[in-house]
């Protein structure tokens, strides 16, 4: 099995920064993609970034710009630097990685998510 740990969710007013942490650990062989999904109340689950193990990133288009996303391979690590933050990315924040365990299974793994709160 995999586990995530995810920290760094709070309240900050608009305008204002937060990092996101994620580290993956267990029975990993190798980590592929790692992501951060979001979640507001009564909408659908959305990806935020992503990072392949190549370095390859992708951004929902209302972040771009203002997010950043950064993973450590020797740390399983991933990291989700959220600045000029806005009301409207109030949501619970997830992590995401794709890996082949010991076993040689490819499965995605989620976080519990964190709390992400916008507001004055």
């Known amino acids: 099995q995999v586990q995530l740990v995810e920290s760094g969710g709070g309240l900050v007013q608009p305008g204002g920064s937060l990092t996101l942490s994620c580290t993956a650990s267990?029975?990993?062989?190798?980590?592929?993609?790692m992501a951060w999904f979001r979640q507001a109340p009564g909408k659908e689950r959305e990806l935020v970034a992503s990072r392949n193990s190549g370095g390859g990133t992708n951004y929902a288009d209302s972040v771009r710009g203002r997010f950043t996303i950064s993973r450590y391979n020797a740390a399983n690590t991933v990291h989700l630097q959220m600045n000029s933050l806005k009301p409207e990315d109030t949501a619970v924040y997830f992590c995401n990685v794709y890996v082949t365990t010991q076993l040689q299974q490819r499965n995605a793994y989620w976080g519990q998510g964190t709390q992400v709160t916008v507001s004055s």
């Open positions: 267990g029975s990993i062989f190798s980590l592929h993609a």
